[in-house]
């Protein structure tokens, strides 16, 4: 093996193709690199083809057989959507949940309960004696809330 420096006798050759092939003193053959002639050959099949691929996944997109990627702007535009979305429903949510606070600080004003969805009116002094109804109805038709016992009767 030659050392760094030391000249290695050799031989080059250049086909009809264009191919440039190092002859090695053992009479092999390697291809080594190709004449300016060939690379530009090359180089304008290498864009045709270039051409005929973009021409042939343009159609596939058309037809809808190839689904393209997104760019980064319609990734960007769809997330930005997602986000307004999930405002809109959070500021929905914040609506409703102060509007229910807003009553029920109502009804502790005016000594009724929410509970369950129903709101309970107080019927005497006695918090623990609620009937059930609309806030501010005072019709007897409103159904009774059972009332918890003063003297424990009714337990056995």
Same mark, same amino acid.
């Given at each position: @093996?030659a050392?760094?420096? =030391?000249?290695?006798?050799?031989?080059?050759g250049?086909?009809?193709?264009?191919?440039?092939?190092?002859?090695?003193?053992?009479?092999?053959?390697k291809?080594?690199?190709?004449?300016? !002639? $060939?690379?530009?050959?090359?180089?304008?099949?290498i864009?045709?083809?270039?051409e005929?691929?973009?021409?042939?996944?343009?159609?596939?997109? !058309?037809?809808?057989?190839?689904?393209p990627?997104?760019?980064a !702007?319609?990734?960007? $535009?769809? =997330?930005?959507?997602? =986000?307004?979305?999930? +405002?809109?429903?959070?500021i929905?949510?914040? $609506?409703? @949940?102060?509007?229910?606070?807003?009553?029920?600080?109502?009804?502790?004003d005016?000594?009724?309960?929410?509970?369950?969805?129903?709101l309970?009116? #107080?019927e005497?002094?006695?918090?623990? #004696?609620f $009937?059930?109804?609309?806030?501010g109805?005072?019709?007897? +038709?409103? *159904?009774?809330?059972?009332?918890?016992? *003063?003297?424990?009767a009714?337990?056995?």
């Open positions: @093996m050392e760094y420096g =030391q000249a290695v006798p050799f031989t080059a250049i086909d009809t193709d264009g191919t440039i092939y190092e002859i090695g003193l053992d009479r092999r053959c291809a080594v690199g190709i004449d300016l !002639e $060939r690379a530009t050959e090359l180089s304008r099949d864009e045709q083809l270039k005929i691929t973009e021409d042939y996944y343009n159609k596939l997109v !058309e037809l809808g057989a190839i689904v990627p997104k760019t !702007e319609e990734i960007a $535009r769809e =997330q930005a959507a997602e =986000q307004a979305e999930i +405002n809109k429903e959070l929905a949510t914040l $609506r409703e @949940m102060r509007l229910e606070l807003n009553e029920l600080k109502a009804g502790a005016n000594g009724s309960v929410r509970c369950g969805g129903e309970y009116k #107080e005497s002094g006695d918090a623990s #004696e $009937r059930a109804g609309t806030f109805s005072d019709s007897e +038709n409103d *159904k009774p809330k059972p009332a918890k016992s *003063k003297t424990g009714g337990k056995g």
